[in-house]
């Protein structure tokens, strides 16, 4: 287990505590919940750059890195919708793509190939990660709230934009993984 990894999973753990901060109410919840968001993207900032400078970029890391970041970031859109601060078709739309390109790439690992984030998929992650960022200090209430959950808005919008022109990059490439697949299921 990697440093890399132990970064990867940390994220993946952080998602328990980011909505126990949300949802319990406790004094400064908001401002934790803020600060634990912070810390997971942290963990993905990190994990790459330890993984490269360390040559140990792993199968393992570039699937569950791609996994950490959709259980985050899945979990973050339903407690914003769930808070009134996200439009749920914002959510619905993102989430679906975050499903048909992970079924993707279980295609392809299946077929021996790994499917790392491209450069779109990387601009998606983001804008998803600031307009959450932006949204979450409005609801920390720690400096202008009204403005910052308007401003998160509008970059959730660019952010649903980069969500499908990353979404096609990634499904226009379904039929050469198929056909990996389909040979693969032949040679069984």
């Known amino acids: 287990m990697t440093l890399a990894n132990q970064l990867t999973l940390a994220r993946l753990v952080a998602v328990v505590p980011l909505m126990i901060a949300l949802y319990v109410p406790f004094p400064g919840n908001r401002?934790?919940?803020?600060?634990l968001y912070v810390a997971a993207i942290l963990?993905?900032?990190?994990?790459?750059?330890?993984?490269?400078?360390?040559?140990?970029v792993t199968g393992f890391g570039?699937?569950?890195?791609?996994?950490?970041?959709?259980?985050?970031?899945?979990?973050?859109?339903f407690a914003l919708?769930?808070?009134?601060?996200?439009?749920?078709?914002?959510?619905?739309?993102?989430?679906?793509?975050?499903?048909?390109?992970?079924?993707?790439?279980?295609?392809?690992?299946?077929?021996g190939e790994v499917i790392a984030a491209n450069r779109w998929g990387k601009a998606k992650m983001n804008a998803q990660s600031l307009a959450v960022f932006v949204l979450l200090l409005g609801h920390a209430g720690l400096w202008m709230p009204g403005l910052l959950v308007e401003a998160g808005w509008w970059l959730m919008?660019?952010?649903?934009?980069?969500?499908?022109?990353?979404?096609w990059s990634y499904l226009k490439d379904t039929p050469r993984i198929l056909s990996i697949q389909s040979r693969r299921?032949?040679?069984l």
């Not at 919008?157 to 979404?167: K, P």
């Open 31 to 35: 401002t934790v919940a803020l600060l």
């Open 43 to 56: 963990t993905d900032y990190f994990d790459g750059i330890v993984a490269r400078r360390s040559n140990k």
């Open 62 to 77: 570039k699937l569950m890195d791609s996994i950490a970041d959709k259980a985050l970031i899945v979990s973050v859109f």
């Open 81 to 111: 919708v769930d808070l009134g601060l996200m439009a749920s078709w914002m959510a619905a739309i993102m989430v679906i793509r975050e499903f048909a390109v992970t079924g993707m790439r279980m295609v392809a690992l299946e077929g």
């Open 157 to 167: 919008v660019v952010a649903v934009i980069l969500t499908l022109v990353s979404g």
């Open 185 to 187: 299921d032949q040679r």
